[in-house]
């Protein structure tokens, strides 16, 4: 069963399985209801943060998919609606829908950004890391990059 790794400086790396993430407050039913055009019911990233309470000085958070290959990496100053989709009804969210883990952004800003943007909407999400300053991010930077990764994506290499 795949579950959420969360790494953060000097701890310990934990991991939340489905039924731990469908224990924590800060549920949301349907994402559908705020994010218009998305399924699923989430977790409030906020929600693992208080559990978390991370040192003041983590100030980025880097979101990676499962196998390494796509990441972006946030300040958590403009995470703070950001969610965690993670099942539709009472099973894991399906693949098509970026799952089984997907970031989403409910306030994202558009593609390309670098920020709080809809590039980072990281699907098949593996871990979360807290880090001091930014860390690994792979997100396009610039417009020609972005259609290549969403060509590739249609042909379902990532
Ligand atoms: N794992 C992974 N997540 C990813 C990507 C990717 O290539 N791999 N592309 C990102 C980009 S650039 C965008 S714009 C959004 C698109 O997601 P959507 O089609 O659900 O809107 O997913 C993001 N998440
Ligand atoms: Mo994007």
């Known amino acids: 069963m795949s579950s959420l790794r969360i790494e953060q400086t000097g701890q310990p790396a934990e991991e939340l399985n489905f039924e731990q993430l469908s224990a924590l407050g800060g549920q949301i039913e349907d994402v559908s209801q705020s994010v218009p055009g998305r ?13 978390l309470q991370p040192s003041q000085e983590l100030d980025y958070l880097t979101v990676e998919s499962t196998d390494g290959g796509f990441s972006a990496s946030v300040p958590l100053d403009s995470l703070r609606e950001a969610l965690i989709v993670y099942r539709l009804g009472n099973e ?3 693949k098509d829908k970026g799952g089984p883990l997907r970031f989403l952004i409910p306030n994202d800003e558009g593609c390309a950004t670098g920020g709080a943007d809809a590039c980072a909407n990281v699907k098949f999400v593996g871990s979360l890391r807290l880090t001091r300053g930014p860390g690994k991010d792979t997100r396009p930077t610039t417009p020609r990059r972005h259609t290549e990764l969403h060509e590739n994506e249609n042909k379902g290499s990532n």
């Open 39 to 51: 399924v699923g019911g989430a977790v409030r990233l906020q929600a693992i943060l208080d559990r």
């Open 92 to 94: 894991p969210l399906p």
